[in-house]
Structure formats: C-alpha cells, structure tokens
C-alpha cells in the first residue's frame, strides 16, 4: 500500500485559494487506511472548507482512486457536480490523483490534498514500514528477507560499514542496523556463509522510471 500523509489544512486552503466550488476526492483503500482520505477524514475536509466559505459540490470515496475503471465509474456518477465546480481536491496518493486527473472530462483544477510517502506492508502491531524501494533487482534470497537498500540507511549492497554500534544504526539510533539484522538471521539459518559472496553494483536499467507494466 502506498502510505500518505495529509498536507496542512494552511497549504489546502492556499492552494484552493480563488476556488469557490470544491468536489471532494478520497479513497477507500491506501488513503482509508492511512485515515488521510477514508470516509470520516473526507467528511472532516468538507466540514472544515465550508467553514472557510468553500462551497463543496459533492464528495466520492471509490474504493480503489488510483484504478483507472473504477475512478472513471465513480466520477461519470457525480458528472453534473463536477461540471459545477471550480477544483477537485484529491485525498490520495500521487497515482490516486494523477489517476483523477487523466479520467477528469469536466477540466476541472486538480489538486492534491496529501503527499505520498512509501509503499508500506502493516505488521502484527499495525505498524506501516517501508521494507522496498522497488529497485527493480531483488536480492532477498541472500539476505534472509531484510532488504539493505531500503532498509540500511546507506543502502548498502554489502554492509555492515563500521559505523554499527551494538546492533544500531550509526545514522539512526532508534534502527536496527540492516546489515546485523542479516547478519543474524543468516547466522540462525546456518547461511553465514553467504555473506563471502559480494554483491555486485546495483543494475541501474532494472529500475527504470517511470515503470510500465501490461496488467495480465
Ligand atoms: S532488494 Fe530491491 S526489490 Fe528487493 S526488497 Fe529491496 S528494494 Fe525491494
Ligand atoms: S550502521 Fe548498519 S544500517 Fe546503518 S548505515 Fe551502517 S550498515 Fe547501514
């Protein structure tokens, strides 16, 4: 899922500035789940621009806002209300509003209501942590399932660098260091031996941006 985190009620209403009509976009998925743009926090922005004398000319919370068949769906729903409105404010992330944007007939200013942090996986203890940067090279196998570029805070292919101290981050104190997290689960595994095989520089052309794939 892709994490999100709103932008300031300051930056919304400067960005809407000399909008009068607002349609409201949230999501029932990422943006539900991050409570940046669920039902209740779009309910809460609707509150709170009518009390800055915005006019909100509808609201729609789609369930997936960054698939393209549903986003159209919901939109051809709320047509006539967003003919009559001067913005559309996106609670979702980046691909949610970009999503919006291309399905939007009605030429409508489109405007993001939060930034887009990290694709996350949530833990036993509904925590939301980043664990891949979708480098496109995936070297898991090797390291016991914790990734080091994403992980390490330098992103190293072989670690650990010698700045570890007593199994943290020399960046971060609060972290585990990655590369003693690998350490140990290989050490557990009886795989120590897979730290003597160095790891090559990292294939740059396996990332490419922006990433395009046929969905089968
Ligand atoms: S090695 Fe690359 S693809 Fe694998 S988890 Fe780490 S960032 Fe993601
Ligand atoms: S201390 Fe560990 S996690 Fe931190 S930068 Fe060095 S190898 Fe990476």
Redesign the pocket.
Known sequence: MIVTRQKTLEQILKMLDGKKKIFIIGCGDCAATCKTGGDEEVRQMSDFLTQRGKEITGCAVPEDTCVSAKTKNALAKFSVQLKTSDAVLVLACGSGVQCVKENDRTHCEIFPGCDSLFAAFIDKDNVLKEVCSACGACVLELTEGVC?VT??????LN???????KG?????KT??????LIYNRLKEKGKVENLKKTLPPKDASRSKKPGIVLKK
Do not use: Y
């Open positions: 080091p992980r390490c805070s330098k992103g190293l670690g650990p660098c010698g700045g570890q101290d943290k981050c020399e960046a971060d972290k585990d260091c990655a590369w003693i």
